[in-house]
């Protein structure tokens, strides 16, 4: 799609005769492969599609939004993360609708509906469950971990309602790229939305976009606001999240989520599609660029024998040294857990102690390998409040 779209742009140029387009971009490789379960290692981008509000069309958004990246080119995944209520398996049609085992492997297969891999319990032969929250967590883990998702550029994961066990299960298991945040006009939905904002907050978790549902209808001439307007602004306004798309009532968008064909296939150059083509561009740019700033927070400078450190969504860059860094260790090899004692001594740590590797975990944190085979998981946070270089040492020569 994207090859072709470039084509049409470029041939309508005055001065151009012919157009011979060549894709030379790689997909975008996974940067936590190391520390997550097998299953989840060949993903590149882990995107979340949250309300916190039930019925806002939270998985008409996520849907649509996947069958926008497969129109794009990519390799895509849906997760519905809704044990209780699955959305999934009635907006889809894949032809085989019952989840299989690998049973040498002792993972689970998903199925597939035009291209793009889908994982529900309602796919599990169970319907919806009735069980206990921590039991729940556990059947979601399961299914998200134990599945042989494969390569992908995007797995879109269509969040439950809520914030708690459940949602902080999910943003713990997996390092999630970014989140797409649902709502619609009014202040009861923006109240609970502006929670769901909130927890994404404080786990790290960027949200990049607002998607405000039901937002308007054409009649007669005039736009008409029949649930009010500004919930979705007021998001924006509030969190600083960058871009807000707003869908109409459209009926054939929720016929669409009814027949198992979502609307972008259903209706490819439609207005809504067109909004979800917006929404898919906005968030593949976001990806890339978080994921740049993901890879590049924490790296070590040997010419100068200093950890540069330059956070995500900050101006600021200081360097740290190393031996600071390994002596503020707050895990459990350092410090008693009970009693608070430190338990690593400074003269424990060489003074001129090197990195062997930097690796990022998540949004929040990275891990450093250091030459006694220690793995010290940094969070930002504590690396903006540990003493800073400031006699900067000249760069050793190669």
């Known amino acids: ?35 997550l379960p097998p299953g989840l290692q060949t993903i590149s981008n882990i995107v979340a599609v949250s309300s916190c509000k039930g019925g806002v069309g ?17 390799r895509v995944g849906i997760f519905d993360a809704d044990v209780y209520g699955p959305s999934l398996p009635t907006m889809v049609s894949p032809v085989n609708r019952v989840l299989e085992m690998n049973a040498e492997k002792k993972t689970i297969i998903p199925t597939e509906y035009l291209g793009v891999k889908l994982v529900s319990f309602g796919f599990a032969g169970q319907g919806r469950a009735i069980m206990r929250g ?31 066990d459940i949602q902080l299960t999910l943003c713990q298991v997996v390092p999630l790229t970014a989140a797409v945040i649902v709502t619609t006009p009014q202040k009861l939905a923006f109240i609970d939305v502006a929670k769901g904002v909130r927890m994404f907050s404080k786990l790290k978790v960027p949200c990049v976009a607002v998607v405000e549902n039901m937002c308007h ?13 500004g919930s979705g602004s007021q998001v924006v306004q509030q969190f600083g999240i960058p871009y807000l798309f707003d869908l109409p009532i459209r009926p054939t968008l929720s016929a669409s989520g009814d027949s198992g064909m979502p609307e972008v296939v ?19 740019q976001q990806c890339a660029k978080i994921r740049q700033q993901v890879s590049t927070a924490v790296t070590y400078d040997k010419s100068i024998k200093a950890i540069k450190v330059k956070v995500p969504d900050s101006d600021e860059e200081f360097l740290l040294h190393p031996a600071t860094v390994r002596r503020n260790d707050r895990s459990a090899q350092s ?55 400031v006699d900067v040492p000249l760069p050793t020569p190669a």
Do not use: H
């Open 134 to 164: 921590p039991m729940v967590s556990g059947v979601i883990n399961q299914l998200l971990t134990t599945t042989e998702w494969g390569e992908l550029d995007y797995l879109v994961i269509d969040m439950p309602p809520g914030t708690g």
């Open 217 to 229: 209808f054409d009649a007669d001439g005039k736009r008409y606001y029949p649930f009010g307007r």
């Open 1 to 35: 799609m994207f090859e072709q779209r470039a084509n049409e742009v470029v041939s309508v140029l005055p001065w151009v005769k012919k157009v011979s387009l060549t894709m030379s971009a790689q997909p975008a490789r996974p940067v936590f492969a190391g520390q």
């Open 58 to 74: 939270k998985s008409t958004v996520a849907v649509n939004l996947a069958y926008t990246f497969a129109d794009m080119g990519a």
């Open 266 to 284: 259903a209706n490819p150059q439609g207005e809504v599609a067109k909004t979800f083509q917006d929404l898919g561009v906005c968030v593949v």
């Open 335 to 389: 410090v008693d857990e009970w009693t608070g004692e430190q338990k690593l001594q400074y003269t424990d740590v060489s003074e001129d102690i090197e990195p062997e590797e930097i690796r990022p975990m998540g949004n929040y944190a990275v891990s450093i390998t250091w030459p006694d085979g220690f793995n010290q998981i940094a969070p930002y946070d504590q690396l903006q409040a540990i003493e800073r270089l």
